[in-house]
């Protein structure tokens, strides 16, 4: 693969990726492919639901390589777009691979986008189009996400959560004359999103193929203001290598920040953006209240808190083969 060959000093990769396609017998599948994982050393969370798979997996280039190999073996996933990222570091400590009722949370269980989506548009197209004047571009992504990075002029929705999003479709209704372009992190929430779109009346809907993360690949993030957070230990990450701004601030100082934390104090567990300084000084913690509760988590600069996960056993849920005598 292209970028795989010019990747020559970053000792692990990050790979995102999803693909809609129904299953059959997820838990068999699972158990495949939890084995497999395994055996090639890599971390990360790894979703498959009957409506297919979604995941995001670090490891070494070369055993990274080879995974992304093995899912395209699988017919169901021939067309299955890898996003590449490179690391110093692997970004997940530990490996899951749950089956679930969907490979994204959404509740909109009766929309199928290998059935009816948003017309795909690749990074460059977007680029193109996305500050005409017949065009609305709409992040999909929660609060917290487009609080510390978004398309300039891009329209937000307040939602906490993926699944709050059709109740604020009616806010959408002013742009149904327009040329809809949803967009996120890697694209899974836009093909139901704009899916759904599509199901409730609008016509003219696009989405970002590969979200924000393969526009900062193949196009160097224009327009793409502060950083894009990221659902693994580093948390945010750089997109914009063209004209970039910080575009959040510190929530205890106020001053500009793009430096993203988790609350120290696990029952909040708030996504704000912190300055370092600040950060070390509240502990980790968002406020005075959650910097004195007695169980407070141990901050150590990161913000990022592993799920505490006592005897974790990455076979735990994988039923071992048979030793043959």
Sequence with gaps: MKILNEI???????????CFTPLENPESFRQTHHEWCLEHNLTG???????GLNGTV???????????????????????????????????????????????????????????????????????????????????RSNYEHSVGKFKGAVTLDI???????????????????KIITYCTGGIKCEKASAYLLDQGFENVYQLHGGIIKYGIEEGGEDFEGKCYVFDNRLVVDVNKINPVVASKCYICQEPCDRMINCANALCNNHVPMCEKCGWEMKGACNETCKSMPDIRKYDGTGYYQKISNGYNPY?????KKQKM
């Design 58 to 140: 670090s490891g070494s280039p070369e055993n990274c390589e080879a995974y992304m190999k093995y899912v395209k073996s699988d017919k169901r996933f021939k067309n299955i777009d890898f996003k590449i990222e490179k690391s110093h570091k692997l970004a997940f400590t530990k490996l899951h691979v749950r089956t679930k009722d969907e490979i994204v949370h959404s509740d909109l269980t009766h929309i199928k986008p290998w059935e009816k989506t948003g017309i795909h548009i690749e990074p460059a197209e977007f680029k193109k189009m996305k500050d005409q004047d017949d065009v609305v571009v709409v992040d999909f």
């Design 160 to 178: 906490d959560n993926f699944r709050e999003f059709p109740d604020k479709i009616k806010e959408l209704e002013k742009y149904k004359d327009k």
């Design 316 to 320: 735990i849920g994988l039923v071992r």
């Design 45 to 51: 969370r790894i979703i498959i639901a009957p409506e």
């Design 8 to 18: 020559t000093n970053e000792a692990y990769l990050v790979l995102l990726y999803y």
